[in-house]
C-alpha cells in the first residue's frame, strides 16, 4: 500500500524551531520529486518546499526561503522539512507530496503536479 506519513508538528514559540519528517512506504522516494505544502484555516493550500529526485535541487516559497530547509534521505525512504524563525504566519497543517517526473527537471511546488499525498501534520506557532 502506497502511503506518505508525516511527523514532527507541534506547538512552538514564535522563532522556534520545527522539522517535519515525511516517510514513505510501498514506494520508494528516491525517484519522486517531494514537495511540502501548507493549509492554514480559511486559506487556500500553498506550495511551501519542493526537492527534486534528479538532481536534489531545491525551491522555497518566498514566503520560507531563508527559514525553511528541505533535505532528503533515500536510505530512510525519508524527506525533511527543517523549520527555523517560525513566526505565527507559518501555522497551518502541513502536507507532504510526491510526483514522479517524466523528465529530470527542477522540482514545482504546484499540487495538481502531485500524486501521492499524506494526512498532514499539525504546525502552530503561538506564545
Known amino acids: 500500500q502506497v502511503q506518505l506519513v508525516e511527523s514532527g508538528g507541534g506547538l512552538v514559540q514564535p522563532g522556534g524551531s520545527l522539522r517535519l519528517s515525511c516517510t514513505a512506504s510501498?514506494?520508494?522516494?528516491?525517484?519522486?520529486?517531494i514537495g511540502w505544502f501548507r493549509q492554514a484555516p480559511g486559506k487556500e493550500r500553498e506550495g511551501v518546499s519542493c526537492?527534486?529526485?534528479?538532481?536534489?535541487?531545491?525551491h522555497h516559497a518566498d514566503s520560507v526561503r531563508g527559514r525553511f530547509t528541505i533535505s532528503r534521505d533515500n536510505a530512510k525512504n525519508t524527506v525533511y522539512l527543517q523549520m527555523n524563525s517560525l513566526k505565527p504566519e507559518d501555522t497551518a497543517v502541513y502536507y507532504c507530496?510526491?510526483?514522479?517526473?517524466?523528465?529530470?527537471?527542477?522540482?514545482?511546488?504546484?499540487?495538481?503536479?502531485?500524486?501521492?499525498w499524506g494526512q498532514g501534520t499539525q504546525v502552530t506557532v503561538s506564545s
Open positions: 526537492i527534486s529526485s534528479s538532481d536534489g535541487s531545491t
Open positions: 507530496a510526491a510526483e514522479l517526473p517524466l523528465n529530470p527537471s527542477p522540482c514545482t511546488v504546484v499540487a495538481a503536479f502531485y500524486e501521492y
Open positions: 510501498g514506494f520508494t522516494l528516491d525517484y519522486y520529486d
